[in-house]
């Protein structure tokens, strides 16, 4: 998104790089969504929009505090921009209330062409190209959004072992074809590995599926 979208007359701290921060913060919410919706598959829990509202707040309050304390947010920098107050990162307590604002900013900024909350708090974007500087914080935000992502297209528990109680999971323990053999062998390999750690649904499973009650015996 060009920087132009959201130019005004004169240039002061609260409208240069104007479009590309406003970029910077929506990717940053969209990793929040992402890393909520990964954390709640990972804890294998009920999904309702609800709770995964309240998730993508806390992570996306995480982010914000995080960016707060170093001054990058992945969203941030894919835009080739780092926020700082002077020469030196925001702060904790500048990031703690730059998250609701933020929200809003994303409302208000692209009508008003200025950023009147970072203004507020006396905070600026430095342009600087994304392999410069803070390369730890990137790349910890890079893996826990590989991490979301594995764990968003792998099944979960509750899937696995609700898979093999369909009629194509019989299919799958009873060695017959199915239409999506990768998902047979994953949630095979995910009730065998409950199965071995105690869980007693799961060896109820594993019991009903010669498929998988063979790969446990080896």
């Known amino acids: ?29 969209a990793l929040s969504l992402l890393l909520g919706w ?11 929009p609800g709770r995964l509202i309240a998730v993508t707040a806390g992570v996306w309050c995480v982010v914000c505090l995080v960016g707060g ?37 994303l409302l208000v900024s692209p009508i008003l062409q200025r950023r009147v909350f970072d203004r507020t708090l006396a905070l600026e974007t430095k342009s600087m190209p994304p392999w410069r500087g803070g390369l730890p914080w990137k790349g910890a935000w890079l893996v826990l959004a590989l991490a979301a992502v594995w764990f968003m297209v792998t099944p979960t528990r509750t899937e696995s072992l609700r898979y093999l109680k369909t009629l194509d999971g019989w299919r799958c323990c009873h060695g017959r074809a199915t239409p999506a053999p990768s998902r047979c062998e994953d949630a095979v390999s ?12 799961a060896r109820a499973v594993v019991a009903d599926c010669p498929t998988a009650a063979a790969a446990m015996s080896r």
């Open 38 to 48: 990964g954390l709640l598959r990972t804890l294998d829990v009920t999904r309702t």
């Open 69 to 105: 304390l170093s001054g990058w947010t992945l969203g941030q920098a894919l835009v080739g921009l780092r926020l700082v107050r002077g020469d030196h990162a925001p702060g904790v307590s500048r990031g703690a209330a730059r998250a609701p604002l933020a929200l809003v900013e």
């Open 1 to 29: 998104m060009s920087d132009s979208l959201f130019s005004s007359d004169v240039e002061t701290a609260d409208t240069l790089h104007l479009g590309r921060q406003w970029l910077g913060d929506l990717l940053d919410l």
């Open 190 to 201: 995910r009730a065998v590995r409950e199965a071995a750690g105690g869980d007693a649904q």
